[in-house]
Nanobody, 126 residues
Framework: VQLQAYGGGLVQSGGFLRLSCAAS????????MGWFRQAPGKERDIVAA????????YYADSVKGRFTISRDNAKNTVYLQMNSVKPEDTAVYYC????????????????????WGQGTLVTVSS
């Protein structure tokens, strides 16, 4: 699966941004998706994840109530709506999938993902 993340940019604190990740090369509805982020000098951490149908989701505590992950299987795209952004949300955001089978509906650990997009930079100014 090839992943292309886009939509990053500069946004003011309290503002909003929507990231998109377009997937190709495999039936999109068969793959679980996740969004991760990596700030300078820090590890890559999960932000949100979604099941194949979109019926189940997971959010990191730091973004609960502010971010929403969704998917449009007809458009082969997963989204991350980011509202009420904070300076600490500044990072490179990556979308990811898993190519191997899994029994879990939503993948919440970085090691469960083995296919990564190129990342899109989000900068939140204070």
């Amino acid at each position: 699966v090839q992943l292309q993340a886009y939509g990053g940019g500069l946004v003011q604190s309290g503002g909003f941004l929507r990231l998109s990740c377009a997937a190709s090369g495999r039936t999109f509805s068969s793959i679980r998706m996740g969004w991760f982020r990596q700030a300078p000098g820090k590890e890559r951490d999960i932000v949100a994840a979604i099941s194949r149908t979109g019926g189940s989701t997971y959010y990191a505590d730091s973004v609960k109530g502010r971010f929403t992950i969704s998917r449009d299987n007809a458009k082969n795209t997963v989204y991350l709506q980011m509202n009420s952004v904070k300076p600490e949300d500044t990072a490179v955001y990556y979308c990811a999938t898993r190519s191997a089978p899994s029994s879990r509906a939503v993948l919440t650990f970085r090691d469960e993902y083995d296919n990564w997009g190129q990342g899109t930079l989000v900068t939140v100014s204070s």
